[in-house]
């Protein structure tokens, strides 16, 4: 956390970008990393390097953090930082980023700095160009190649560089840094209002922030329900109310009544399906229900993703809780005895008075000043977009 007030203007400053961690110290996360690139920078010894990870876990955070290290004020002019908003073919590589690794800064010893930031968006030929040049001008820079996807690296420029894996942060970390920014925000928020963020943010520390921003733009108290309302997730309720229904109703009426869940809310097929997914795992199943049932899920979820219809794959879900109903030959509550849809008190809709049910993302977004200017400082590209309404489009995962 900065302890250096915010210049002015930075109010309107996204805050993923006004609390972006400055120094190495700052970052909460991934300690053993930090610590080892920093003794690196201490002996003076800094190899090339490989950050990969998860979006949000502080890959980008932490090569500019060490800029400032390295080369303290005048850290801009030591760096050449590349990213995916920046042409980066194989010209590129060849013209710009050579001259740069080529030459050396007059009364300057030590070495400059290029980062290639989303690299595994660089085509192979790039990648290739660039095999020779790191080789050849060690003396005069280091790499470092930040990345989602490591296998989209070549093996060759993997080899040369020290690679670091920034897994997702734990929910301890998210919390701790939420909490600084809670506090010094002022934002009112309750205690399942934070969890739910937790939940949300899935170690992508973004993420959460993003959703924290909104939330406290859009509502005046942020509660477990204004932020799924936010992200436009299904609350856990709405989960159990849909797995007992596919449990305990009738085909036809479950059908109806699930449908007209999703319409009230508003929500996307995928994002239920990953979340009954949770509560799936714990029923208690015969092997072959089991299997059965995971098997259905998946496709469904992947015929999502290819543009199926959500009514068809809604009745496609309904089909394989009640197959797998009928497989365990067991009853619904026996199925479910262990999970949180086994105690829910199973009615009408869950409804969710305390908040205005059906505030569009869009209109959540242009609340936040900055989202509404043009801000050069932040790259905020598409991908970069906390999810707001929950098109199941989230970045998971690596590797
Ligand atoms: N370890 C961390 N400690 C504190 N803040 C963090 C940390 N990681 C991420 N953040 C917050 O999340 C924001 C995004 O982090 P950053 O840009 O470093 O992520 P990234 O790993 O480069 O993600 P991407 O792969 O999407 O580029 C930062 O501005 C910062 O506010
Ligand atoms: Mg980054």
Redesign the pocket.
Known sequence: MTSEPSPPGEDTLPW??K???QTLN?????KEITETIERFIDEGRLPHLLLY??????????ILACARKLYGPQWKSMIMELNASDERGIDVVREQVKTFASTRKIFNTGFKLIIL??ADAMTTQAQNALRRIVEKYTQNVRFCI?C?YVSKIIPALQSRCTRFR?SP?EMD?VKK?LETVIETEGVNITEDGKQALLTLSNGD??RA?NILQACHAAYDLTDEAAVYNCTGNPLPTDIHYILRTMMKEEFTTAYSKIMRLKTEKGLALQDVIFEVYKDVVKYKLSKKARVYLLEKLAEIEYRLTTGASEKIQVTAMLGAFKTMLDLTGGNADEVMADTDAGDYRFGNIPRTDNVRDSVSSLTLLSRIPSYNNEFPSTRMTES?LPVWVGEGNRKLGID
Do not use: C, W
């Open positions: 993923v970008e609390y972006r961690p700052d970052l909460v996360s991934h990870g998860p979006a949000g876990t502080g890959k980008t955070s932490t930031d989303e930040i989602n920034f942060l970390q840094r520390m973004r922030l970069k």
